[in-house]
T-cell receptor, first 114, second 113 residues
Framework: AQSVTQPDIHITVSEGASLELRCNYSYGATPYLFWYVQSPGQGLQLLLKYFSGDTLVQGIKGFEAEFKRSQSSFNLRKPSVHWSDAAEYFCAVVVRGSGYALNFGKGTSLLVTP | GAGVSQSPRYKVAKRGQDVALRCDPI?????LFWYQQALGQGPEFLTY????????KSGLPSDRFFAERPEGSVSTLKIQRTQQEDSAVYLC???????????FGDGTRLSIL
């Protein structure tokens, strides 16, 4: 079945530590790939996207993501986490040629400790 | 406005009542999307408009759900005869055109008692 998987429901990191959030997808062809962040009571903010080209994508707030075709993954990384990064993170895909609806993973909740 | 605006932010209704949720997209954005986000879950697609045309409504869970965008700008999501399982956050998003990244509003939190 086609799906987006975020294996980690919750992640806790110390402020200043590095972060990696995992995302795997299961689709026949490489979809368009996105990471969104959601703070409590807020909508979703786009962090970065991958359509084609360079597989290492830079986003806002110091985030980056790497597309690995062989692993069907699009993991999100940040070298040094700030307390304000605590939020819910969603990986999402758009299946090429099948409309424009975003298909989301279930999300990873990030907690940042002092 | 600068972003996608949704109203009301919160809506409480009794089971069986009809509700209407409004979305004002970013000016000039052709594409408009509605999503439903249950507690602790990722958003799920409901429906998609290109201008005033509803091109995809495959995600609407039942015929109680109806969406419109009559003039190609503001959109309304209507839920008739609400049920408890309709309780969720309803998110609206718009984009310049279909394949471009979507910009989300803050959502309407709907609670059905």
């Amino acid at each position: 079945a086609q799906s987006v998987t975020q294996p980690d429901i919750h992640i806790t990191v110390s402020e200043g530590a590095s972060l990696e959030l995992r995302c795997n997808y299961s689709y026949g062809a490489t979809p368009y790939l996105f990471w969104y962040v959601q703070s409590p009571g807020q909508g979703l903010q786009l962090l970065l996207k991958y359509f084609s080209g360079d597989t290492l994508v830079q986003g806002i707030k110091g985030f980056e993501a790497e597309f690995k075709r062989s692993q069907s993954s699009f993991n999100l990384r940040k070298p040094s986490v700030h307390w304000s990064d605590a939020a819910e993170y969603f990986c999402a895909v758009v299946v090429r040629g099948s409309g424009y609806a975003l298909n989301f993973g279930k999300g990873t909740s990030l907690l940042v400790t002092p | 406005g600068a972003g996608v605006s949704q109203s009301p932010r919160y809506k409480v209704a009794k089971r069986g009542q009809d509700v209407a949720l409004r979305c004002d997209p970013i000016s000039g954005h052709v594409s408009l999307f509605w999503y439903q986000q249950a507690l602790g879950q990722g958003p799920e697609f409901l429906t998609y408009f290109q201008n005033e045309a509803q091109l995809d409504k495959s995600g609407l869970p039942s015929d109680r759900f109806f969406a419109e965008r009559p003039e190609g700008s503001v959109s309304t999501l209507k839920i008739q005869r609400t049920q408890q399982e309709d309780s969720a956050v309803y998110l609206c998003a718009s984009s310049p055109r279909g394949e471009q990244p979507q910009h989300f509003g803050d959502g309407t939190r709907l609670s059905i008692l």
